[in-house]
Nanobody
Framework: QAQLVESGGGLVQAGGSLRLSCAAS????????MGWFRQAPGSEREFVAT????????YTANSVKGRFTVSRDNAKNTVYLQMNSLEPEDTAVYYC???????????????????WGQGTQVTVSS
């Protein structure tokens, strides 16, 4: 059974950095687009970043553009989210997601994803 497991979350001061990892097991996601979403208390889950199957195409939300970078290592079946210049507004549970099947596209909507991790908490203090 396919599984996505996030790690790397934690508590960081504003202006700091964190690197989230998403390790896949149970199947290869090397031909799937992958994404990161986040959900703050009382808010809906929102799109953060997405990456195509080979890493050739990426897209990040305007709220994190220039600060967050998504990447992947298909040999390790792992996706990363490098987060720099963190702000208190970035505090949320961050979720890794995998597309519903092989695709050369990217995905910015929750409905485009069929696999989800359990989430990792990121807390940015001011």
């Amino acid at each position: 059974q396919a599984q996505l497991v996030e790690s790397g979350g934690g508590l960081v001061q504003a202006g700091g950095s964190l690197r989230l990892s998403c390790a896949a097991s149970g199947r290869s996601f090397s031909t799937y687009f992958m994404g990161w979403f986040r959900q703050a208390p009382g808010s809906e889950r929102e799109f953060v970043a997405t990456i195509s199957w080979n890493g050739g195409l990426t897209y990040t939300a305007n709220s994190v553009k220039g600060r967050f970078t998504v990447s992947r290592d298909n040999a390790k079946n792992t996706v990363y989210l490098q987060m720099n210049s963190l702000e208190p507004e970035d505090t949320a549970v961050y979720y890794c997601a995998g597309g519903r099947g092989p695709s050369r596209d990217i995905g910015t909507m929750k409905e485009e994803y069929g696999y989800w991790g359990q989430g990792t908490q990121v807390t940015v203090s001011s």
